[in-house]
């Protein structure tokens, strides 16, 4: 029976957790909460204004850029409901129909007025509104306290900076590479056996699969990552680093692609050759050792992107040099193995073409070059974005409307 941990040992687990985006969310949220209320009671003469800490608790999000969105938008539609809420109390008051037709119209107002995530906000507003006696009193409390807990949300941001999440986008990048390097070397070792099962070959072709689904929980978490760095005063060179991350994400998306084909062909070829090894043993064994490198070349490069804007990225980037012209080198050699055995026995001569193509497609993805013009193309792209917009008045209407709607 295992040993229960001891105190110490929660407690450091607890520390090692302290800086993860659920544990801050929390502890924050909590805070601007308990201030929202507090600012309530002390600015209105509600007894229990509730909807304060509530509204608090709904604008304070994980990064700044995200509060001052969410926070527009969760004030649009509360307002919204209580308008729409007084002028029904007016017209037709309080029924079964009446209510249903309020929410009908609450909905439908709220994705009008672009309210997004908080469109049955409006309803709820439009409803606890209109189920009061004193309604005109009632929707002016309630805007005043949506107001204060707004202002103090978007306070506690902006006086209590949250945190920048780029390093936890930087180890999930670092986890998707590792995992593709550990699956190149699993298939490294498949090529050179002499004789390879078909059923282990699909259950790496399955693995590959699984990388999709992988990418996109690294997606999300860069998205995050990104979000953080908007607005936020502590990032000084906030746009290279989304530019530098997010290009490197997608570079990794398209070799994951890449190594799904890669598995699907040896497959193919493992289906043909049941009863025999795929490759004859030189070419297996200078396979084997290309698909290590390759594996080491994808590590390299997220190792690279993540140190891009540290003193660690000239080591990195000339690492990733030498992997990628040995990795050229041996793919040369297997080329013209794969060609003489061709010439002897041209059996599934497509499914070679294929594996070489798809490392040739790897290989040109991963490349320092490629890499930097594409950078540099995003950084020129984003320029002359922000170049052509619209200054004065108009632009500052259109950043309103973006920022309402959550367009960076």
């Given at each position: 029976?295992p040993?229960p941990p001891?105190?110490g040992?929660r407690?450091?687990q607890l520390?090692q957790r302290?800086?993860e985006?659920?544990v801050?969310?929390t502890?924050?949220?909590?805070a601007a ?5 507090i600012?309530?009671?002390w600015l209105?003469d509600v007894p229990?204004?509730?909807l304060?800490p ?5 604008v ?5 850029f ?9 004030v649009n539609a509360?307002v919204a409901?209580?308008v ?7 017209i037709v008051?309080?029924?079964w ?9 609450a ?10 995530e908080?469109v049955p ?7 606890l509104?209109?189920g009061?006696?004193?309604?005109t009193?009632t929707a002016?409390?309630r ?19 949250p945190p920048v999440?780029v390093?936890?986008?930087e ?23 002499s004789?390879?099962?078909?059923p282990?070959?699909?259950?790496r ?6 990388l999709?689904?992988e990418v996109s ?5 860069l998205s ?7 607005l936020?005063?502590r ?5 290279l ?9 997608d570079?990794?998306e ?6 799904r ?6 497959t ?10 795929l490759?004859?043993?030189?070419t ?11 594996g080491d070349?994808v590590?390299?490069?997220?190792v ?5 804007v540290?003193?660690n990225?000239?080591e990195?980037?000339?690492?990733l040099t030498e992997?990628?012209?040995?990795c050229?080198s041996?793919?040369e050699r ?5 060609l003489a ?7 599934q ?6 594996l070489?193509?798809?490392?040739d ?5 991963l490349?320092?070059?490629r890499?930097s013009?594409h950078l540099?193309?995003?950084l020129d792209r984003y320029?002359r ?6 200054r004065?008045?108009r632009?500052?209407r259109?950043?309103l ?8």
């Amino acid at each position: 029976m295992p040993k229960p941990p001891d105190v110490g040992e929660r407690v450091a687990q607890l520390a090692q957790r302290r800086n993860e985006p659920v544990v801050v969310q929390t502890l924050r949220s909590t805070a601007a909460a308990t201030l929202a209320y507090i600012a309530a009671r002390w600015l209105t003469d509600v007894p229990a204004p509730l909807l304060a800490p509530l509204t608090a608790l709904l604008v304070v999000q994980v990064t700044l850029f995200a509060t001052l969105t969410s926070g527009i938008r969760r004030v649009n539609a509360v307002v919204a409901g209580v308008v729409l809420a007084t002028a029904f109390s007016v017209i037709v008051g309080l029924s079964w129909w009446s209510l249903g037709l309020l929410i009908l119209c609450a909905l439908s107002m709220g994705r009008l007025v672009r309210a997004h995530e908080f469109v049955p906000e409006v309803a709820i507003s439009a409803m606890l509104v209109l189920g009061v006696t004193q309604v005109t009193e009632t929707a002016l409390d309630r805007v005043v306290e949506t107001l204060i807990g707004a202002a103090v949300g978007l306070l506690f941001n902006l006086v209590f900076v949250p945190p920048v999440w780029v390093s936890t986008a930087e180890e999930d990048i670092e986890a998707q590479a590792n995992r593709m390097r550990n699956l190149l070397l699993r298939l490294s070792e498949e090529v050179d056996e002499s004789h390879t099962p078909v059923p282990r070959v699909a259950a790496r072709l399955e693995e590959a699969r699984r990388l999709d689904q992988e990418v996109s929980e690294v997606d999300a978490s860069l998205s995050q990552a990104e979000e953080s760095l908007r607005l936020n005063p502590r990032v000084k060179e906030g746009l290279l680093t989304r530019m530098v991350l997010r290009t490197g994400l997608d570079t990794l998306e398209v070799c994951a692609v890449l190594l799904r084909s890669l598995t699907r062909t040896l497959t193919d070829l493992a289906q043909h050759r049941r009863n025999e090894p795929l490759f004859e043993t030189e070419t297996a064994g200078t396979l084997r050792e290309l698909f290590t490198r390759l594996g080491d070349a994808v590590s390299a490069f997220a190792v690279l992107i993540t140190s891009q804007v540290s003193a660690n990225a000239e080591e990195a980037e000339a690492r990733l040099t030498e992997e990628l012209d040995t990795c050229r080198s041996l793919r040369e050699r297997v080329a013209r193995m794969l060609l003489a055995r061709v010439q002897e026995h041209p059996r599934q001569w497509q499914l070679h073409g294929a594996l070489l193509a798809n490392v040739d497609r790897m290989l040109d993805e991963l490349d320092v070059e490629r890499r930097s013009v594409h950078l540099a193309e995003e950084l020129d792209r984003y320029s002359r974005e922000r170049h052509n917009r619209p200054r004065g008045l108009r632009g500052l209407r259109q950043r309103l409307a973006a920022a309402t709607l959550g367009i960076d």
